[in-house]
């Protein structure tokens, strides 16, 4: 499927604003941090380098909506990376507390896909990546480490805090706190979501995931 027609844009749109209402508030979370201003420009699409970017990528009404297939090529011809419909938040931080917020949609089918990065790290490329596999949230491919059940087919908001100094990610679904995990040392990070093909566990054919309200937030 290519690009949304006008009609599926404006169903979207009627499924996001429903959801808004039952989504609960992360005020808390946020309390204590400042918004980093974004414009268009910080968030750097990645996609097949073969293909247009309307066969991948949708933003229709404040939702983005990316999709991959598993017999997709990378985002260049030299890129050693695998499949990916991606957006990278380009906000580079080395030190300081921050955090990371999205309402995220996943539809029901999608697995084996990384869905969200805090990328950077010491000895490997990331810090934390969430993965989707059968409808479950999870900690990289570790089918033990649940980070949260039924993500399909229904807005989940995610909250990601990166404490540098501390050395430690916190995961929080719905404001509730989902996941502790270390961090992996790096001087240079940043965030990313859509969907990354992962090798594990039998990725789908087709992976997608919808975005809308993403927000970074930081403090000293």
Same mark, same amino acid.
């Given at each position: 499927m290519a690009g ?12 996001a604003a429903a959801?808004?209402? *039952?989504?609960p508030s992360s005020? &808390? ?16 699409? &990645?996609?097949? #380098? ?6 991948? #990528? ?45 309402? +995220? ?10 869905? +969200? &990065? !805090? ?28 980070? !949260? ?21 916190? !995961?929080? =679904? ?20 859509? =969907? #990354? ?9 087709? +992976?997608? *995931?919808?975005?809308?309200? !993403?927000?970074? #937030?930081?403090?000293?």
């Amino acid at each position: 499927m290519a690009g949304s027609s006008s009609g599926s844009c404006s169903l979207l749109l009627l499924v996001a604003a429903a959801a808004v209402l *039952s989504l609960p508030s992360s005020c &808390q979370l946020t309390a204590g941090f400042r918004r980093v201003m974004l414009n268009e420009s910080h968030f750097v699409l &990645q996609k097949p #380098y073969d293909v247009p970017v309307n066969e991948r #990528y949708d933003p229709c009404g404040g939702v983005r909506r990316m999709w991959v297939f598993d017999t997709d090529k990378p985002i260049s011809s030299t890129h050693p990376g695998g499949a990916r419909t991606e957006i990278k938040v380009d906000n580079i931080y080395s030190s300081g507390v921050w955090q990371f917020e999205g309402d +995220m949609y996943v539809p029901s089918g999608t697995s084996g896909a990384s869905v +969200m &990065q !805090v990328f950077g790290a010491a000895t490997h490329a990331t810090t934390l990546m969430l993965h989707v596999y059968d409808g479950q949230l999870t900690y990289y491919h570790e089918l033990t480490k649940v980070v !949260v059940d039924r993500v399909y087919d229904r807005w989940i908001r995610l909250n990601v805090i990166h404490d540098v100094a501390v050395g430690n990610v916190t !995961v929080f =679904v719905d404001g509730e706190r989902r996941l502790g995990a270390p961090g992996q040392g790096g001087k240079e990070h940043y965030f990313k979501f859509g =969907v #990354y093909k992962q090798s594990h566990h039998n990725p789908s054919h087709r +992976m997608e *995931s919808h975005w809308r309200n !993403v927000a970074i #937030y930081t403090k000293p």
